[in-house]
């Protein structure tokens, strides 16, 4: 017999459907929103609490080799943060980089239950995988990066788009990704050489290709290919004061790819307070002159509708940051004199991506701390259109995850961001119009930066980030009532009440209650398979089985996950591209 639930009375902010506040029902049968239950249904009165689409966290590194060598490297980021088993869950630590079971309980805890790993060499999925058995609660996609591949660049040399794609779509399906990540465009593959690449038309050893080219072809073959989720890009000059005018001029040159179908957008900038660092009037490219550059991004972003953003929020405090952008890690590692602890993880034959891992302590009193904390809020608080921004922290390389709450606090009450002006170096007033702005984000707009606009930036909206009839019942029920709690003047509250659901809902069922795990539920994975065709199938098959037997480890045979790491957590979606010519 199908089974119903009510859930009753609840003050819903579902602002894909246009819904801000409205006290209503919510019905859901077989993991759904429908429309409507039977009498005899189950039902859960929430008067009085504030009900959301479960969040979506569309950048969180989660999963991959980089994480457990960044637990490695510092065990005691986590170790004094113990999560103790019950007998629905197993253990693990919290901290800056929480182990796999507690990543996932954790999320649904604070209402969370889409997060995609957004850096994933292709030639490591099969760990990424079988990490992924062991992370519940969770709707997950997969990132594999492009930028640094050998076989990206001999196609972006011969000028052959079609060869691009075909090796994008066969990729996708052959390791279960979602997307595509660009880190660095070439300058991953120049640190193998002990190089870096800063500017559009840089040299890129061995090859006669540029960081432009490499970059403008994979969004093109996005694009070409229908990937619902637009190009994922990490630029060149990741972290160095200044880099908000490479980073504008990065955006530029990618206006040459078209968009497709419905979707405006053809890429998404990540992190851009990692991104976008501006200068003083007449000051050098360098810490000492560092200011924020999220006022100048703001402007840049309310005029270009090319593309989508996220914060990249620090957070002050312990973190861990790691990227596939491994000459960045390296200056990291040299700016701290060479006293802090450096992995370097270069995947020197197959080169999806070569990451370095650096533990960092973002400090309040820090002069360029204070700036850098001052850029992605100042952006988001002076932007128009949020439906193309969602907030992160690039867990953990801002600052875990578990600061979301934090983050949701600064940009919800003007008296917290006070509060922190006052904590932290006065370069973060003097070099920053921070405070000065008035906005407080409201309910509907952190409904939107968490849960609509993420679905949407992923192509996932028709059954993530909304309650509409159809959508997937991952729902998150807060324990405040919205009308009777002043928020922006009790910001001890907001966190209070984003660290911890009253009940995280997922497909239906409650996988927490209070912060307690209810149910420990298997995870699925997300992922889009183009269905090629029949031609440019059999030419890729052909030339990547001859690429990968001359340049790679794995031969193409071996290459792919086999399915039975997959099929039980899969669920691939089949696109059209076959319009790609061969
Ligand atoms: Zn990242």
Known sequence: MTEYLVLKNGTVFDPMNGIDGEVMDICISDGK?????????????????????????????????????????????????PYPATNKTRSGVAGIIPSSFATGYLYNAMGYTTVIEPALPSVKALGAWEEIEDIPGLDIGLLPMFSNSMISFKYIQDDDLSGLAAYIAWTLKSVGGLGVKVVNPGGTYAWAYGKNVCG???????????????????????????????MHFHPTNLGKPG????????????????????????????????????????????WKDVASGGLRFAEYYNKNEHFSTDLGQITFGPSMTMTGDGPFQHSLYQMSGGKAKWSNLPVDVELPGGAGIVPFTFEPKSPANAVQWTGPL?????IKDLWRLFLSTDHPNGGPFLKYPLLISWLMSKKQRETWLEMVHKYAIERSTLSEIEREYTLNEIAITTRAAPAKILGMEKTKGHLGIGA????????????????????DLILKYFTQTKFTFKGGQQVSKKGVVAKHLSSRVHSIHPELNEDLSQRIDRELE?????????????????????????????????SVQA
């Open 378 to 382: 100042e952006f988001a608080l002076s």
């Open 243 to 286: 880099n908000i005018e490479t980073t504008m001029q990065q955006l530029d040159a990618l206006k040459v790819t078209k968009a497709k179908g419905k979707k405006k957008q053809t890429v998404h900038l990540t992190h851009m307070g990692f991104d976008c660092l501006s200068v003083v009037d007449g000051g050098m490219a360098n």
């Open 546 to 578: 001859e690429m990968m037997g001359k340049w790679f480890s794995h031969s193409f045979s071996n290459y792919p996950v086999p399915m039975r790491y997959r099929e039980h957590l899969e669920m691939p979606k089949i696109i059209d591209s076959t």
């Open 33 to 81: 929103i429908v429309e409507k239950g039977p009498s005899n249904a189950k039902v859960i009165d929430l008067k009085g609490s504030a009900v959301m689409p479960g969040g979506v966290d569309p950048h969180s590194h989660i999963i991959g080799s980089k994480l457990n060598v960044g637990r490695l490297t510092s065990p005691e980021s986590n170790r004094h943060y």
């Open 200 to 230: 559009l038309e840089d040299a890129i050893p061995e090859w006669d290709i540029t960081p432009r080219m490499i970059m403008t072809s994979i969004s093109n073959a996005v694009a070409e290919l229908g990937l619902p989720h637009q």
């Open 472 to 491: 997937d019942a991952d729902i998150a029920v807060y324990d405040f009532n919205p009308e009777k709690t002043d928020l922006a003047k009790n910001p």
